[in-house]
């Protein structure tokens, strides 16, 4: 499930050894400008930036978008057990089985998604980069014993490491996005490192050792800006591995104990009792995920294509 | 090459010395410990402390680890709190259920997913190329589990083509001596045991398989783009070699070589990923266990499965470097 | 009262159903009568939520061993086809002493075992005998649960004393109990699955008493898991542990009436949607546990669904004690906070909306049809006003409870946990109250934490095991079942409470006990530990084709009288 998440080792590393070949400049035209102007031309880039920016806005503006309060059991009392009543007057897409709006309840359930997908990006972002340029930056045996244990996290399939953290953890939604964020840390580090590595031979690392400049400046000034591309490219991947897997957690029941709040995951989890009256409670929340993800997805490889020399024709 | 193999299993060593480590910390750092975690909350002082001594936990924690190592190393991970038997019992049980369902996913993807993605990037531009492109991408954002349901719901259940859950029908009584029921079929020429049990297969491996599909499509598309564009594929050309040859010597054999390592790293992680497919399907295998593990909250399962399945899981990416370094000499040179 | 409660479950869960086999499936074995209507033989497949732990039904206590149990032993009484009293099964009739305290049970006679034992006093006897010598791990409540809970302790157990004093076969086909005090409880109980009659020799020759692994891990024997033998109209077979398959077929030589069914699979399928679905596909017969929500769909297609009379509460438990260290909400020592949690809850939409169809509300901790059911104790209507006013009278406005509800499982009395819990929790923070969830999978940690007070508030519930007023409120409320190791409700203190329960249950004359339980029940529902809400009646559905399955409130149903159609 989390394929975009287990890039090989030597894909991760492969993508980090191109992004330390970019030049800096390349005709006049800033790396970032000449990426930015193919992106505006990839139709796939587009998609993928119009679902992501659409996701973006319906999470921030979800209290003034959804019509109803998602919390509301509006309709509960017109509910029988085998019977759920569907799109009518106020509820557009009908309600769920306790009688809540489901289209408002889709609409502030990007928020959950959102937050689950940017915090454990960004906790696996943080901890994976400091791993990978402590690795980088000391190289010999800090790096060794890093990437051993790198290798480790690497060897114990995703989903089984999320599983794993999450009954350490207790149900609950930071233990979720923790143990998302964990199987996220070893890829950030041998992107990060490989990056590295590829970058301290380079012209101006060299140069700037000569020039006598302190390693550490060398290293925050230089070298991880440099890296960063990779990253990017690879953490709106992640957001999308993330959402998936958040929603693989809420089936597996390790998800928000709080199932009033909404999220797609769970919202899709307990439609699967409610398939054979009503499998909208099921598809919607499940096109949220797909669509979401996919952009997220399209935005990251256009995003992938532009930042890679190779693929300038 | 034999020193190439030697070297690679000794890198393991480190990996699986590290794997045990983590899962040993693991079971410590569960709330309340090994004791509670074995007697439950109700458990009473002196119980726990009966239980850490029968079981060694007042000594210490590098004895411990060195003890549970051994343990291990013999495949001892102790008894299932769910069913009272031996955790390696049941692995072994039953892992043959998920090879099988993972070699029908990988049937599936590489037979779908090589010719797709060739067929693409021939026709690079075209509407097919596309299709797969964006298909490929939609493959990894549907989660499993929602895709399992639905082909459960549509062949299973609304169709009525295909079984939709478990191994074989119960009331074929067939006879099991590997435990593969596809094997265990043919082995015993109950034809209709072992088709019944392939009949089995078939949606879950194809809701497994569906992200190692769009990955193989995609690597494929990709490197075969990648090998037509290389200097020796376009001096193959002007040399006026027979398309159909510079195809079959230079393009597909070059190409293949980044889709063997996808395949290899794809069929490691449905050996062990399998947990939401198997589950939906209710298919007898390594992943079904571990579900209902997590939900027995049953620890003896769940550390001695989850190690069990990342050596597992690293012993098929070291055959995957393996048989990489015969298809690529210059692998071994390195 | 975790174990208790996992037992209550499991009796209730027993629900066996009978699964039809379709006839072609296993056209070689079909006897290959033509024409429709009722036919003899067949293979019936049945699926289970869960596998049996083990299949000595001594060391029961979950609904799954019981489902398979039930059909392969027999106890001296059984229960009534459909109903919840106790009827002569191996015994064919019992005397009473004057004192109460000496039962002399008459034997039917010409009974085999499946080994081809006899069944006779002695067999009886050494049962009896085995389960008051169990030593070691056989002695830990999750194994001999229903043992403990009738008759108290063992013989190697001077401080838990027992009331089972000997038994004596006074001849071939006689057998006398005697009793150390007289219970309620007998000899009803000796209908539970638990004390089922079974194979002296098949015991002995497969070690059936071995019980080890940890407390909470227990291995069980050979006999336990391979051999287990009784009277039943059913013999064991197969178990096939790696796909969750029990296969048992019909006893030739049954003494009473035989099986139909050639056989009968019962097979493991976790999922609730999964069950339903396979049915539809035709790969399984039947199934327990049906959503209510799937009713009408299921009928739809044909399908049989099968309710059962209610005999059943759930609850929502209150943690009005104070367990040291349980860090238990004192709030709820006050009475008045637990009204206001009892008029906040809208029994009436929750029966409507969550519950099947002929589900009620419940104004007391047992259904009306139990002997001491009283119409006249205090009720709480739903009045969120009221619980506001009873709220800030009691200065607990905006007072936090820490809500669990257990995820992964369906009850009889609770099919969908969460929506219950999702309903109640709307009713309370509707009331003024702030609601701080837990959701914990519900064996072992949900009912581990339940009863070891760590909720403030929680969903529990309760299916009787036979017809007697103390299996639902002394489950619940006697002095027994609540102390420091059992805190569910907070190891609360009403001494008149306890004093009442105790006193109705060793009252030997049947009018006397049942108003000494109205009384109990008044008392009860005055001091208010838990808020009882409802009575649900489960359902199991089998396919079109499957005749004779009789739905019991026990959840007990037997398979011998089932048989497929064309």
Redesign the interface.
Known sequence: ?S??G?L?R?RIDQLAARAGQVPEGEGGVSLTRSALRRLRRDP?AIIGAVIVVLFLFVAAFAPFLAPRDP?A?SL??D?????IPGSQEGFPLGVD???RDLLSRLIYGSRQSLMIGVISTVLGVIVGMALGVLAGAFGGRVDTLLM??V??LL???S??MA??IS??L??NQYALMIAIAVTQVPIFARLLRGSMLAQRGSDYAVAAQALGIRKSRIVFGHVLPNSLSPVIVQATLSL?TAI?EA??LS????GD????RPEW?AM?A?A??????RPEL?IYP?LC???V??GF??LG?SLREALDPKFRR | MLRFIVRRLLQLIPILLGLSILLFAWLRALPGGPAQAALGERATPEAIARYNELFGLDEPLIVQYLRFLGRAVRLDFGTSARTGRPVTTEFLERMPGTIELTIFAMIFAIGVGIPLGYLAARKHGSWLDSASVIGSLLGVAIPVFFLAYLLRLVFAVELGWLPGSGRQDVRIDATRITNFYVLDGLLTREWDAAWDAVLHLILPAIALGTIPLAIIVRITRASVLDVVNEDYVRTANAKGLATSTVRRRHIIRNALLPVSTTIGLQTGLLLSGAVLTESVFSFGGVGSALYDAIFARDFAVLQGFILMLAVVYVLVNLLVDISYGLLDPRVRVR | MTRRHTRAVAASAAALVAVTLSACASSDRDSGEGGGGEQTGGTLVFGAAGDPAMLDPAFGSDGETFRVSRQIFEGLLGNELGGTEAVPELAEDWEVSEDGLEYTFNLQQDVKFHDGTDFNAEAVCFNFDRWHNFEGLAQSPSASYYYQAVFGGFASTPDTPSIYESCEATDENTAVIRLTQVTSKFPAALALPAFSIQSPTALQEYNADEVSGSEDALTYSEYALEHPVGTGPFKFESWDRGNGEVTIVRNDDYWGEPAKLDEVIFRTISDGNTRRQELEAGSIDGYDFVSPADYETLEETGAQVLVRDPFNILYLGMNGGNVPGSGANPALQDPRVRQAIAHAIDRETIVNSLLPEGAEQATQFMPPTVDGWADDVTTYEYDPERSKALLAEAGATGTTLRFFYPTDVSRPYLPDPAAMFQVISQNLTDAGFTIQPTALPWNPDYLNAVQAGQADIHLLGWTGDYNDAYNFIGTFFAEASNNQASAEFGAFSAPEIFAALAEADSEPDPANRTEMYQEANRLIMDYLPAVPISHSPPALVVAENVQGLEPSPLTAEVFSTVSLSD
């Open positions: 499930m394929a975009l287990e090989k030597e796939v919390l059991q509960l009392s509910i029988r057990p085998g019977f089985n306790l009688g051993r244990f290798d480790i060897s114990i399939p989903l089984l599983i794993s009954v350490l207790g149900q999308a998936i929603a693989a089936f597996l029941g390790l104990p709080d199932l009033a995951g899709l307990n699967q009792a409610f398939l054979s009256i099921a499940a995920i797909i669509v993800a996919l997805t399209l490889e």
